[in-house]
């Protein structure tokens, strides 16, 4: 399954919303009934962090201006509020069908 | 503290084989997966397979399989990775992860590998 994610940059002002798309080339509705779609972000020099499972599902520790939706094909990462240490690379990926897969990446700075 | 800690970075030549160690402390090893995933430099990830530790079974992504073997030592809690063959292409952090919600809850720090003559 490839992940197409876009933009592959984006330049925000603090305080100001971002949102990435991530469209797969397949359903990621997994015969269980789940949708496996994940957001990760990776802040310079970091490994990776979860921040969405599952679609929507906010992971522990992870701030609520992250919010994911989408279903099928077509799911979005949205950030309400952009603020100084969300300055990274942002990451789908699916699990619902091997291999799991990600997309290229969206690169997230200040403007 | 929950965390898994990969061994040091190295320098291969081509065609030589390497091993990266992942450590898992403060939870039950056996209880979950891990997987690897490598990323290039400036680059995105890319998923290696997946080996359960109670079991030692272990399912490859097509580009690595015969050149990856995953394995574990569960007295100790450490998860394995060989590659050999090495080529300047696999030049990478390679990062073992905790599958957990469908996605990966639990990350190393990253190894460093370097293949180069």
Request: proline share 5%.
């Amino acid at each position: 399954i490839v992940m197409t994610q876009t933009p592959l940059s984006s330049p925000v002002t603090l305080g100001q919303p971002a949102s990435i798309s991530c469209r797969s080339s397949q359903s990621l509705v997994h015969s269980d009934g789940n949708t496996y779609l994940s957001w990760l972000q990776q802040r310079p020099g970091q490994p990776p962090r979860l921040l969405i499972y599952k679609i929507s599902n906010r992971f522990s520790g992870v701030p609520d201006r992250f919010s994911g939706s989408g279903a099928g094909t077509d799911f979005t990462l949205k950030i309400s509020r952009v603020e100084a240490e969300d300055v990274g690379v942002y990451y789908c990926a699916q699990a619902s069908q091997f291999p799991l897969t990600f997309g290229q990446g969206t690169k997230l700075e200040i403007k | 503290q929950v965390q898994l800690v990969q061994s040091g970075a190295e320098v291969k030549k081509p065609g030589a084989s390497v091993k990266v160690s992942c450590k898992a402390s403060g939870y039950t090893f056996t209880t979950y997966d891990i997987n690897w995933v490598r990323q290039a430099t400036g680059q995105g990830l890319e998923w290696m397979g997946w080996m359960t530790p109670n079991s030692g079974n272990t399912g490859y992504a097509q580009k690595f399989q015969g050149r990856v073997t995953m394995t574990r030592n569960t007295s100790i809690s450490i998860a394995y990775m060989e590659l050999s063959s090495l080529r300047s292409e696999d030049t990478a952090v390679y990062y073992c992860a905790r599958p957990s919600r469908g996605s990966f809850d639990l990350w190393g720090r990253g190894t460093l590998v370097t293949v180069s003559s």
